[in-house]
């Protein structure tokens, strides 16, 4: 499967934005989907993700109830809502597919087969 993610851009702190990744070649049937960040000078963090067939993953506290992930599989999209947005959420944002699904190894980035290119989001303050 490859991903294409897209949506990112400058946003104000306190707004919001919505990201996409879209898979082609394949369906999302079968896979799990997390969303992943990597920030200049820092480790690539997991954000957010779904587990095939629907169960949330959580990321870090300071993204719980600000970031959302939900699922169109008749679009093929996996979107990233991402609420009050702020400096420090500015990062290049990925979106990757892992078909084995092991629940304690979904917020690892090695745990995902496949990734997108990653879409950049800047946040000003």
Not at 33 to 57: C, D, L, M, N, Y
Request: glycine fraction near 12%; aromatic fraction near 10%; proline fraction near 2%.
């Amino acid at each position: 499967v490859q991903l294409q993610a897209s949506g990112g851009g400058l946003v104000q702190a306190g707004n919001s934005l919505r990201l996409s990744c879209v898979a082609s070649g394949s369906t999302f049937r079968g896979y799990s989907v997390g969303w992943f960040r990597q920030a200049p000078g820092k480790e690539r963090e997991f954000v957010v993700g779904i587990r095939w067939p629907g169960s949330t993953i959580t990321g870090a506290d300071s993204l719980k109830g600000r970031f959302t992930i939900s699922r169109d599989m008749a679009k093929n999209t996996v979107y990233l809502q991402m609420n009050n947005l702020e400096s420090e959420d500015t990062a290049v944002y990925y979106c990757a597919a892992s078909a084995r699904g092991i629940l304690s190894t979904l917020r690892v980035p090695s745990s995902y087969e496949h990734w997108g290119q990653g879409t950049l989001v800047t946040v000003s303050s």
